[in-house]
């Protein structure tokens, strides 16, 4: 069988950071795992090691004046629709379009129409599941609404389905969210996202014993991560360790007041780092990770997190696929309080326990190295192409 073309939707700068460097992690494997790809991107400041860019921004000006031209918002537009119109002139029929959030409708439907194979990648759930979860926690708590789920980001998200052959699905419940939400959805392929593993790792039966044990939670700090439900089961845990808190505060909770009355009086012992340049530094430096996400589609801090031996408190949304329960992890429900204090308790109280899911955590995250990870993905676009 020959191997299909796929050709890579996704108009944004890559910078080597957030999802489009996932993109490139997955990607940039393939050419040696034997699938010819490229990637359809605004601008590429940083290197390509892979060999897979085709940026709109030509990858052969001299460096600084890449990183320039790539930094100017008047010139994005520009670039990213230019990149959608080579992405969509380079499609042939049977080709396979592996669009990522941002790729425009239409070109989507350009591409469909010269005879190429839509594949959709979500990377949290479908946005009216998202909204309804939300909402509802929001409401609860008396917050304002994420100002993102609109009647036109819920129009946007089932015409996109709507165009899709194929949709990875990363994460326990990204595929629950599409069917729940799309009566008649297409084929959706259960995956994940992972991690590279660390080449310094610290000894975790060792550390605890000199100085207060290490909470870690990294992530956006807002109620969609659950970072209100986390500081206030800190506070009713009442432990003599360290929470450490890695990120930005969410723009649409960034206002005094409402920092005030969504997490109240913070503990002394509770230190916000804002956001990190050198996250890996930050896990070798914990004990625990805990994130009680409410929504998410399969987020890598947890297997970053697990890369590093660190035991995982999380719930199902923060968990991905590497969170066992009593295997790897501690898991909680949303926005559940009580549960989540009595698992920082318990893990605080029990150091064979710390150390047993660790470890576990360690040799589970050896699955989802990103070359284990791109090559799954592989084997699932082969498939689908030859269906």
Known sequence: MVSPRVHVFYPMTFWGAGPPETCYRICSHWPSQGLAVQVHAAACPKVDSAGIMVPALPMALPDPIKRRLASLKRLAPF??????????AAVRPGDLCYCWPGAPLEAIEAARKRGGRIVLEFINTHVAYAKRLL?????RIGAPRYPQFTDATLHHEAARVALADLIFAPGPLVETSIRETTADAPLVARTSYGSYAPSDMPSRSARAADRPLRYLFVGSVGIRKGAHVLIEAWR?????GELWIAGAIEKH?????????????IPQNVR???HVSDINAVYREADVFVFPSLEEGDPQVAYEAAAHGLPLVVTQMGGGLIAQEEVTA??????DVEALTDALRRLHDDAQLRIDLGERALAGAAFYTWDKVADRRRETLLAFAAS
Do not use: N, Y
């Not at 629709?81 to 992405?87: L, N, V």
């Not at 009713?236 to 003599?240: E, K, S």
């Not at 501690?330 to 926005?335: D, I």
């Open 236 to 240: 009713q845990a009442a432990l003599p």
């Open 330 to 335: 501690l898991m909680v429900p949303p926005a």
């Open 79 to 88: 670039l990213k629709r230019r990149s959608m119109a080579q992405a969509v």
């Open 272 to 274: 916000f780092l804002g």
């Open 135 to 139: 909402d509802a926690e929001c409401d």
């Open 253 to 265: 909770i960034d206002k005094t007041e409402c920092r005030d009355r969504l997490f109240g009086q």
